[in-house]
Nanobody, 120 residues
Framework: QVQLVESGGGLVQAGGSLRLSCVAS????????MGWFRQAPGKEREFVAA????????YYGDSVKGRFTISRDRAANTVYLQMNSLKPEDTAVYYC?????????????WGQGTQVTVSS
């Protein structure tokens, strides 16, 4: 089992920035990648970004390319999501996720989520 704890969400004005963090603990030695997803009220969960632990390969969803940056600190078992130029449509609960499977879009373990609200 892997436990994930997100932090860094909050309220920000459009055009502003936030940095989310996700700390992993437990059986992290088996992890292949960590990702960020988001879900807005009434909408399906959306892939935001992912990064592989060993090689640092990075993947982004189309809606955040050029604005969001994912990074990792392997020593701290932590993944970050730097969110710039935020828009009201970025408002959602953001979840980090972990997978031992070699697929950066499918995840087994999930955090509890952190709310991001972007005001216009």
């Amino acid at each position: 089992q892997v436990q994930l704890v997100e932090s860094g969400g909050g309220l920000v004005q459009a055009g502003g920035s936030l940095r989310l963090s996700c700390v992993a603990s437990g059986r992290t030695f088996n992890s292949y990648a960590m990702g960020w997803f988001r879900q807005a009220p009434g909408k399906e969960r959306e892939f935001v970004a992912a990064i592989t632990w060993s090689t640092g390969n990075i993947y982004y969803g189309d809606s955040v390319k050029g604005r969001f940056t994912i990074s990792r600190d392997r020593a701290a078992n932590t993944v970050y999501l730097q969110m710039n130029s935020l828009k009201p449509e970025d408002t959602a609960v953001y979840y980090c996720a972990d997978t031992p499977v070699r697929n950066p879009y499918k995840y087994d373990y999930w955090g509890q989520g952190t709310q991001v609200t972007v005001s216009s």
